[in-house]
């Protein structure tokens, strides 16, 4: 009894381990206006499948293009004026996978997070006995459930990203709006003042 309880014991933290020890590496790139960055990727496998996320954090209207190619060169995906999007990429031969992001919405600096991970495949086997099988289903619904709640705060986090940046990008427009306001209102009044100044002067002249 003790011996089954360990080795279950055993089989739930490895295999929670192998699902915290999983590719996922979130990264950034920065995209200046009307350019073009792109990533590669190599499969190495036909049974590989790669799960493929991004999302605009900052930067104008927050909308890039995005393209996928695969190795014999023919395109995967290609999106418009997206905020944000998720991908399964498989069964597209064994190579380097191309991904690119093109700036052409806007003139503003965006930056975008970009997630690449190899889809994790079922635990278990018919040869496990009913306990392991069990324990290996828990494991993968622990799994799946981290997986949303890592979406989630991904999401999250980047509506605060849009939503800082929007902030920002409203004070410099009152900023600027609120200087453009003061300079027409300092241009009219000594506008005021040289024509009054013009009208007493000639009156003055007049009379003597």
Same mark, same amino acid.
């Given at each position: 009894?003790?011996?089954?309880?360990?080795s279950?014991?055993?089989?739930?933290?490895?295999?929670?381990?192998?699902?915290?020890?999983?590719?996922?590496?979130?990264?950034?790139?920065?995209?200046?206006?009307?350019?073009?960055?792109?990533?590669?990727?190599?499969?190495?496998?036909?049974?590989?499948?790669?799960?493929?996320?991004?999302?605009?954090?900052?930067?104008?209207?927050?909308?890039?293009?995005?393209?996928?190619?695969?190795?014999?060169?023919? #395109? !995967?995906?290609?999106?418009?004026q997206?905020?944000?999007?998720?991908? @399964?990429? /498989?069964?597209?031969?064994?190579?380097? &996978?191309?991904?690119?992001?093109?700036?052409?919405?806007?003139?503003?600096?965006k930056?975008?997070?970009?997630?690449?991970?190899l889809?994790?495949?079922?635990?278990?086997?018919?040869?496990?006995?009913?306990?392991? #099988? !069990?324990?290996?289903n828990?494991?993968?619904?622990?799994?799946?459930? @981290?997986? /949303?709640?890592?979406?989630?705060?991904? &999401?999250?986090r980047?509506?605060?990203?849009?939503?800082?940046?929007?902030?920002?990008?409203?004070?410099?427009?009152?900023?600027?709006?609120?200087?453009?306001?003061?300079?027409?209102?300092?241009?009219?009044?000594?506008?005021?003042?040289?024509?009054?100044?013009?009208?007493?002067?000639?009156?003055?002249?007049?009379?003597?």
């Amino acid at each position: 009894m003790l011996y089954s309880i360990v080795s279950v014991l055993l089989v739930f933290i490895s295999g929670f381990c192998a699902a915290e020890s999983s590719n996922y590496a979130p990264f950034a790139i920065s995209l200046p206006a009307f350019s073009k960055e792109c990533l590669y990727h190599d499969l190495m496998s036909a049974d590989d499948a790669l799960v493929v996320g991004y999302q605009v954090l900052t930067g104008g209207n927050f909308e890039i293009d995005f393209e996928i190619t695969s190795p014999d060169g023919s #395109v !995967i995906i290609s999106e418009k004026q997206k905020k944000y999007s998720d991908f @399964l990429l /498989k069964s597209f031969g064994i190579g380097q &996978y191309k991904f690119c992001f093109t700036n052409t919405h806007g003139t503003a600096l965006k930056k975008v997070e970009l997630t690449l991970e190899l889809e994790k495949r079922t635990m278990g086997s018919e040869k496990e006995n009913p306990e392991d #099988v !069990i324990t290996n289903n828990a494991i993968e619904e622990i799994d799946r459930n @981290l997986n /949303k709640i890592r979406k989630m705060m991904d &999401y999250l986090r980047a509506r605060e990203w849009r939503n800082m940046s929007t902030v920002q990008s409203t004070e410099s427009r009152i900023v600027w709006l609120s200087i453009l306001t003061m300079g027409i209102m300092a241009s009219i009044s000594t506008l005021q003042a040289t024509v009054v100044h013009f009208m007493f002067k000639d009156r003055q002249r007049n009379y003597v």
